[in-house]
């Protein structure tokens, strides 16, 4: 037999799935009723003296209500399709959403919930027609704040999006994707290797949408909330006049969450969002990956030897085994020869904006230094 808070959890769930009842209704019917089983007891009977008259409800909908029953209609398929679901009464259920007047009732998800929980998190976002400059600099942002330990969060959108996914990645950290559809209809198909990365590499690809639901003009302002609300932080990269990421940096806005603001040419269509935003908001200029570090008050811990006494210098070979990612193949590869970023980006097979992200890192470690645009290895790299 369920315990109470299972019953309870499960009568969430169908009402969360009843048409017409969204975070704030269901919520409101909650509070009314003290609880969601409390709800569908009362609505099975057709009773509804305890409406409050400031919640009335049209008749097709107490006829839903009435109608309701358990199994909810899209576990069956959720499990299917491998999901899991949470709602506010669990206890991985993200406390940052906790700043949205409408959190949603239920998050579906593929991948590990623990990673809609870090202890940093910035939401990464811009167009889907980025530059290339404008591709590397997410990449770049993307790759330091993930090896600093921070969620990089963002949309799986062709573009800004995918960019900031994939160098995260790369660096070895975690992303979190929120998609604008139920599972079922997922993200672009060309992201769907990078979606299958996200998950095996312990990050998460979630929706408050059912997973049946298709892609809507309505469904991605949704979507955009949700990835403010997740974040301690938002970063635009690049925004022209009409973009979603504008949604999302209003969004943050309201939300109290800070706001990094790219800069560009005041001519470049590129552009033209992000300078609306510094010059009509309180957004501040994000004028590069280690400055935004700084902003944010993250830092790279040194990593120490796996062996020596404490306080030791780890040798090169340890303190290599102690890198992830690209951070590891850029230093093994200035281990054996000093070079600029093109021989690095050539040595490594790396993109430009991982290897410039791993530099970062390993600069901030003392480790790498880079003379006349020459990087060497430093510190403990310097001792075999």
Same mark, same amino acid.
């Given at each position: 037999m369920a315990s109470s808070r299972e019953a309870e959890r499960d009568a969430w769930l169908v009402l969360a799935a009843v048409e017409g009842v969204g975070p704030r209704t269901l919520s409101a019917l909650v509070g009314a009723a003290g609880g969601a089983a409390a709800v569908l007891t009362r609505a099975g009977r057709g009773d509804w003296r305890w409406l409050p008259p400031e919640l009335p409800l049209a008749p097709q909908l107490r006829a839903r209500l009435h109608a309701a029953h358990r199994p909810a209609p899209f576990a069956a398929l959720a499990a299917r399709m491998g999901l899991w679901m949470l709602t506010p009464l669990d206890a991985s259920y993200p406390a940052r959403?906790?700043?949205?007047?409408?959190?949603?009732?239920?998050?579906?998800?593929?991948?590990?919930?623990?990673?809609?929980?870090g202890e940093a998190a910035v939401a990464i976002v811009g167009t889907r027609h980025p530059t290339l400059l404008g591709r590397a600099l997410a990449s770049d942002v993307a790759a330091l704040m993930a090896g600093c330990g921070a969620v990089i969060v963002?949309?799986?959108?062709?573009?800004?999006?995918?960019?900031?996914?994939?160098?995260?990645?790369r660096a070895g950290g975690t992303t979190v994707a929120v998609i604008g559809a139920g599972h079922g209809h997922g993200g672009p198909r060309a992201h769907r290797a990078l979606e299958a990365a996200i998950v095996a590499q312990g990050g998460a690809v979630i929706s408050e949408l059912a997973p049946a639901t298709p892609p809507t003009r309505g469904t991605y302002p949704r979507r955009n909330r949700l990835l403010s609300a997740l974040s301690d932080a938002v970063a635009v990269i690049e925004a022209p006049a009409r973009s979603g990421a504008l949604n999302t940096a209003h969004h943050a806005l309201e939300q109290g969450r800070p706001l990094f603001v790219a800069p560009g040419r005041p001519s470049d269509p590129a552009t033209a969002g992000c300078l609306r935003l510094l010059?009509?908001? &309180?957004?501040?200029?994000?004028? +590069?990956? /280690?400055? =935004? @570090?700084?902003?944010? *008050?993250l830092s790279v811990a040194p990593v120490r030897a796996a062996r020596g006494s404490p306080g030791e210098p780890a040798g090169r070979a340890a303190a290599l085994a102690g890198l992830r990612g690209g951070e590891r193949l850029v230093a093994a590869a200035l281990c054996e020869a000093p070079a600029g970023l093109d021989r690095l980006v050539e040595r490594?097979?790396? &993109?430009?904006?991982?290897?410039? +992200?791993? /530099?970062? =890192? @390993?600069?901030?470690? *003392?480790?790498?230094?880079?003379?006349?645009?020459?990087?060497?290895?430093?510190g403990v790299l310097s001792h075999p």
């Open positions: 959403l906790g700043v949205l007047p409408d959190p949603p009732a239920v998050l579906f998800g593929r991948g590990s919930p623990e990673a809609l929980r963002s949309g799986l959108a062709i573009g800004i999006d995918g960019a900031a996914h994939a160098a995260a990645l010059r009509e908001t &309180e957004a501040r200029v994000l004028t +590069g990956p /280690l400055e =935004l @570090l700084e902003d944010l *008050g490594t097979g790396l &993109e430009p904006g991982a290897v410039s +992200g791993s /530099l970062a =890192l @390993l600069q901030l470690r *003392g480790w790498v230094q880079a003379i006349d645009g020459t990087f060497l290895v430093a």
